[in-house]
């Protein structure tokens, strides 16, 4: 069935209680029981509620899984994802990374006996370097947050020692543009907070699977530490992804034309957009995955601060964490969702108090064009003044 057949149906039935076409809100906590142990399959919501089933269902067929959880967030999902390890096992972690992720695993998880290898793994050589003999997951975010790296799935997936697990952040892709699952990844993890969700009104995490034994742990993990979504998030989420698709379509498209619009100007001086020819993977790009998504980062030509002045003056572009939204968002990843990464160790990766962050949205590519146009002139001085 086609991928936007899926988003609206999948999990979808009326409800069997009252027939009501859209699944409810089932905002209740408990469920009452008929006799002692008698239940219709539900007894508290932590456990399982209906309306998290029905999106976990949704989510497992957007990429092509057999198994779905749900989370209260991404970092939730991650989490319950690091408890395939246990303490003494290593990690292969993709370099350029989500902040929140970096501070998890080397704040709070090296504290249980866990230990990261931070690696650029768009360089298989390098991945294969770090392998272990502990080595027992592998973590891979593509394209990379914020630089728009991407890296190899089915290459890294072909290095993985026997019992080691993939697991691909499939956030800024989202499953209408990348399959990780397909390619050879054993997990496809979500922020569905971003794109999936796709009004920036809703916080949540999602792990698919095809593999029943990664399923279990995941889901013995949802129910024991308990970050689970609320009915109500989850039917937001819910109703959010049945545009996926029509949505990813407009982001892509307004995504290009920024990116163009970007590279015509003298005054930027570098873009970073998996679809422009000029990436280094680009050719990868159109390999792995059907699209090149909403994202694009770039530097100014003159001081680094010029970026800071430019955030002063779009319009349309939020000045904002997060991404994915239908509205336009900009973000100085260094000093925001990237800000828990110390600076050294973030100027190393290529994150430098320079680089500005769009989530493209879907409003009129003429005024998105404009607004940056306008925070560009009034900031070019600064273009001139290095
Ligand atoms: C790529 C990526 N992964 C994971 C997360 C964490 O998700 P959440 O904020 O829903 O916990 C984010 C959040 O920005 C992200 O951008």
Redesign the pocket.
């Known amino acids: 069935m086609d991928f936007s057949t899926r988003a609206i149906h999948a999990g979808q039935d009326a409800d069997p209680a009252t027939g009501a076409t859209i699944v409810p809100v089932y905002q209740t906590s408990t469920y009452t029981q008929t006799a002692v142990g008698e239940t219709k399959g539900y007894d508290y919501s932590r456990t399982v509620n209906p309306t998290r089933v029905a999106l976990e269902k949704q989510l497992a067929s957007l990429e092509d899984a057999v198994y779905g959880s749900a989370f209260s ?4 999902a ?1 989490a319950a994802i690091l408890n395939l390890l246990s303490a003494g096992d290593h990690a292969i972690v993709t370099d350029d ?2 902040g ?2 970096y501070r998890l695993f080397s704040k709070v998880l090296v504290r249980y006996g866990l230990t990261f290898t931070y690696v650029d793994m768009s360089d298989l050589a390098a991945v294969s370097a770090a392998i272990q003999p502990n080595t027992k997951l592998f973590w891979i ?1 593509t394209p990379t ?1 914020p630089l728009l790296k991407l890296i190899d799935i089915a290459g890294v997936a072909a290095l993985k020692p026997s019992g080691a697990v993939v697991v691909v ?1 499939n ?2 892709a989202s499953p209408y543009l990348q399959s990780p699952l397909a390619l050879g990844a054993d997990v496809a993890m979500h ?4 794109y999936i969700g796709g009004h920036s009104d809703a ?3 999602a792990v698919l699977t095809n593999d029943s034994a990664i399923h279990e742990v995941v889901k013995f993990h949802q129910n024991a530490i308990g970050g689970v979504p609320g009915p109500m998030d989850a039917w937001l989420t819910m109703r959010g992804a049945k545009t996926l698709a029509i949505r990813m379509r407009e982001h892509e498209k307004n995504a290009r034309a920024v990116a163009d619009f970007l590279v015509s100007r003298d005054d930027v001086a570098r873009v970073y957009y998996p679809g422009l020819a000029s990436h280094p993977q680009h050719e990868l790009a159109k390999r792995q995955m059907r699209g090149f998504g909403g994202m694009v980062s770039f530097t100014l030509r003159g001081p680094e601060s010029r970026a800071l002045e430019f955030a002063k003056h779009t319009k349309l572009f939020s000045l904002a ?3 994915g939204g239908v509205e336009s968002l900009l973000c100085h990843p260094a000093r925001m ?1 990237h800000g828990s990464i110390p600076k050294d160790e973030r100027e190393r990766r290529g994150i430098t108090d320079g680089l500005l962050r769009l989530s493209v949205g879907i409003e009129g590519i003429d005024d998105l064009i404009d607004d940056l146009a306008g925070a560009l002139d009034a900031t070019i001085a600064l273009a001139r003044n290095v």
């Open positions: 967030s991404g970092m939730a991650t990374l989500y929140g992720t975010e947050n952040d956030t800024f922020s569905t907070t971003k916080v949540g995490g964490e997060s991404l969702t």
